[in-house]
């Protein structure tokens, strides 16, 4: 005859043979069933009444609350979605850009350069791949913990900028930041409350850009140089986020520029090469108020190509008293040093010294004040032409007849 066994008290766990805890207070606490044996058939279940819980001191209840979370949460992952968690996964597609949706690099430099007039560097493609591995459903928002999003061209290769739906000349100002030149093409968007945003710097539209420029909109005209391509724009930003960053979010930081300079290892991409920024600069004939300068051809020998217009200095002050001027009166009064450096402009472009002209133009696009357009498209577009770079004519136009916004509000989607 078998000894009688003693009678387990503890508290049965709801999750019987499937819970997987080894913590010794919880097996302390609560009693398992064991999974019956094939070759032995199962003992009959022997009810037993739950003794009231023992009021738990502060370690146990910690302890047990982490049991029932982690019980739970394996529970949940096992478990199929139920007909509400199914619903709420399909209204959430509707906000990412599933890979159907995406189009082929082939097919997007077709539609870029119809949208936006101009081609996109080869990082701008390797920097996209990585944007899909890091985030395959949303890699527009692949660095949304640095607070960056794509835009721009990136739109067209997630399939959200359509050729079908967005033409000509609407594409042209689709994130045209206010101080926005046209030889500045917008990727990439920071801060809203600075409308910062960086992009591609090129003094020459069928040419492929220099450097990548930022600029913070709500502050100034000043374009700044990031960088010489997106890769070592983003492992400036990552790194910057990494050095200030909580404990819990540096695993994520460190990731991203793993993943950021693996990526342009593989692709032979140099963070550091700054040889055609460098280049640019010694061609540059004369600064702007953007700091960026302008680049045309110049016979140093002939001085034909660039001749200067005015000072910056007494331009500013010109341009000064026109916009605060107190009455239409003392308006036109002041124009009328405005109207003769125009002259002196287009007299400029008669002799092949588009130059100056297009500094000029520039510098008036960069001062801000709308009563400034009719002289910025007048001058502009012309000296545009006349250096065979009529795209950037387009995109001015463009840019001005949309109202040439402030703010950060500029995706035509």
């Not at 008036?364 to 001058?379: K, N, R, S």
Request: glycine share 4%; net charge neutral; hydrophobic share 35%.
């Amino acid at each position: 005859m078998e000894p009688s066994e003693k009678v387990d008290d503890r508290v049965l766990c709801k999750y019987g043979p499937l819970c997987y805890q080894k913590n010794e207070a919880h097996h302390k606490k609560y009693k398992h069933e064991k999974k019956a044996s094939p070759h032995r058939q199962p003992v009959k279940d022997v009810q037993v009444k739950e003794p009231p819980l023992p009021e738990a001191k502060e370690d146990d209840k910690s302890l047990d609350s982490g049991d029932s979370a982690k019980a739970e949460s394996s529970n949940s992952v096992d478990s199929p979605p139920s007909k509400k968690q199914k619903t709420d996964a399909s209204s959430r597609a509707g906000d990412e850009q599933p890979m159907s949706q995406m189009i082929s690099k082939e097919e997007a430099k077709t539609i870029i350069k119809k949208m936006f007039l101009v081609e996109m560097p080869d990082d701008f493609y390797a920097f996209w791949d990585l944007c899909v591995f890091l985030n395959p459903k949303k890699p527009l928002d692949a660095f949304k913990d640095c607070k960056i999003r794509l835009v721009g061209p990136f739109e067209v290769l997630a399939g959200v900028l359509k050729e079908s739906k967005h033409q000509v000349p609407a594409t042209l100002h689709h994130w045209r930041y206010f101080f926005d030149p046209p030889e500045f093409q917008t990727v990439i968007c920071g801060d809203d409350r600075k409308g910062e945003h960086w992009g591609y710097y090129r003094d020459d539209p069928k040419e492929m850009p220099t450097f990548v420029a930022s600029n913070c909109a709500t502050q100034d005209c000043i374009i700044k140089d990031a960088g010489p391509n997106l890769f070592a724009v983003m492992d400036f930003i990552v790194a910057s986020q990494l050095k200030s960053a909580d404990p819990f979010s540096k695993m994520k930081f460190k990731k991203l520029n793993t993943a950021l300079q693996s990526k342009a290892k593989e692709e032979n991409i140099n963070l550091h090469d700054k040889s055609a920024f460098f280049a640019r600069k010694r061609k540059v004939v004369c600064p702007t108020f953007h700091k960026g300068g302008i680049v045309v051809e110049y016979n140093k020998k002939t001085q034909v190509g660039y001749r200067q217009m005015e000072t910056e200095v007494n331009l500013r002050k010109v341009l000064d008293k026109i916009a605060n001027a107190e009455t239409e009166e003392r308006r036109d009064k002041e124009m009328e040093a405005l109207d003769s450096l125009i002259t002196y402009a287009n007299i400029a472009n008669d002799e092949c010294d588009f130059g100056g002209p297009l500094e000029l133009g520039i510098n008036l696009f960069c001062d801000g004040h709308e009563i400034f357009h009719p002289q910025v498209e007048g001058i502009l577009i012309s000296t545009y032409h006349l250096l065979n770079r009529s795209q950037f004519a387009d995109i001015l136009k463009a840019h001005i007849s949309s109202g040439r916004k402030r703010g950060t509000d500029l995706s035509i989607l």
